[in-house]
Nanobody
Framework: QVQLVESGGGLVQAGGSLRLSCAASGRTFSRYYMGWFRQAPGKEREFVAAIRWSGSTAYYTDSVKGRFTISRDNAENTVFLQMNSLKPEDTAVYYC?????????????WGQGTQVTVSS
């Protein structure tokens, strides 16, 4: 049974930082892209960042470039999203996901989400 479990969300002031983690289990993700998406209230879910499990190439949506960094620890089957210089518009539920096609589409597996709230 595939499981993606996010953690690390919370409440932070604008300009602050948070580090999200996603622990993957249930299968080998060596050929999968691992991504982060977010969904703000009243908005559609959007792509944030992705990284190929067996490589170092990372992809970011324009609004987070230079502020967010995606990384992974293959030994621990964990993917991270370091978020710096947070803005109120970053407030959303953040989801971890895995895709065999990737990096920005056709995600097969999803976590339950973790809330990130940035106060102004």
């Amino acid at each position: 049974q595939v499981q993606l479990v996010e953690s690390g969300g919370g409440l932070v002031q604008a300009g602050g930082s948070l580090r999200l983690s996603c622990a993957a289990s249930g299968r080998t993700f060596s050929r999968y892209y691992m991504g982060w998406f977010r969904q703000a209230p009243g908005k559609e879910r959007e792509f944030v960042a992705a990284i190929r499990w067996s490589g170092s190439t990372a992809y970011y949506t324009d609004s987070v470039k230079g502020r967010f960094t995606i990384s992974r620890d293959n030994a621990e089957n964990t993917v991270f999203l370091q978020m710096n210089s947070l803005k109120p518009e970053d407030t959303a539920v953040y989801y971890c996901a895995a895709s065999a096609a990737g990096p920005t589409h056709d995600y097969d597996y999803w976590g339950q989400g973790t809330q990130v709230t940035v106060s102004s």
